[in-house]
């Protein structure tokens, strides 16, 4: 299978977990409809982006509603879903978690946000996940009956080596559900699915919720896909919205005859090596 159709669910979130989850299923239902392989939900998708939510609405893997019922649709609609991400509790430490489901609703994949998001932007955005949040330490690249999937989320795309790991394990897709803000998403969310699409020559997708003015945190939503020339193929607005795109997996060989920068790498001088 080259061809993929890809479902980019910008759903709107808010303080309310079981409204949230009725919100991802009707998407998901729909992107099931529309003949969708792959749908992607946003950063926190049933959550509040706020340190004081994450500690409210955390769930236990083992326990969780919100996989349960996502767990449900895949196996429902034989449809891969990546479960944006969730504040998952283990013992006494609260993570931000994705999560990939299968076609028979088994969970295949898992990441834990490596890179926590503290920042102090003078005259726009002071936010610090550590607060709350504890950083998970795994690189995750899951096999799926297109291709293999590199996972991370939000902030995670701001570390190229991140990146370059996921596709050296093989990844032709990299998925960052995210939350960028309305100060770090105008500047720099574009940018850097771009960055990365063309630093490896892979498909880069970014899902995000849609602006909530009546939040505290102000997601900057225009959910995204790019293609390995670093061109972007689909990209939303604010509001909420489904959005279905098509990727042809054959562009990144292509793009890869044409400019061969993985083949041209300096491994001889330089290398990311994995601990």
């Not at 890179?115 to 998970?136: M, Q, R, W």
């Not at 032709?172 to 490896?200: C, Q």
């Not at 505290?216 to 909420?240: F, M, R, T």
Request: include cysteine; hydrophobic fraction near 35%; glycine fraction near 6%.
């Amino acid at each position: 299978m080259s061809k993929i159709k890809i479902a980019l669910c910008q759903m709107n979130v808010i303080d309310n977990k079981q409204e949230n989850l009725l919100k991802a299923t009707s998407m998901i239902n729909e992107a099931a409809s529309l003949n969708s392989n792959f749908v992607v939900l946003p950063e926190m998708f049933n959550c509040p982006y706020s340190n004081d939510k994450f500690i409210e609405y955390a769930e236990e893997e083992s326990s969780s509603p919100t996989l349960d019922n996502i767990s449900k649709l895949a196996e429902k609609h034989e449809i891969y879903i990546l479960a944006g991400s969730i504040p998952e509790k283990e013992n006494s430490n609260i993570y931000n978690t994705s999560y990939l489901f299968d076609k028979k609703g088994n969970i295949i994949g898992k990441h834990r946000k490596m890179h926590l998001f503290d920042v102090d932007v003078e005259g726009g955005i002071y936010f610090k996940e550590s607060d709350t949040l504890t950083p998970g330490n795994t690189f995750n690249v899951v096999e799926t009956d297109f291709c293999k999937i590199g996972m991370g989320i939000c902030y995670d795309v701001r570390f190229p080596q991140l990146a370059q790991i996921n596709v050296e394990k093989g990844a032709e897709i990299l998925v960052y559900p995210g939350a960028f803000n309305m100060t770090t998403g105008p500047a720099h969310w574009e940018l850097l699915f771009k960055s990365r699409a063309l630093d490896n020559q892979v498909f880069t997708v970014g899902v995000a919720p849609a602006l909530n003015e009546n939040a505290d945190y102000h997601s900057y939503g225009h959910s995204i896909a790019v293609n390995p020339w670093g061109k972007i193929i689909c990209q939303l607005e604010y509001g909420e919205e489904l959005k279905i795109v098509e990727i042809d997996l054959d562009e990144i060989k292509k793009v890869r005859n044409e400019i061969p920068v993985l083949k041209n790498k300096r491994n001889d001088l330089y290398e990311i090596i994995e601990k």
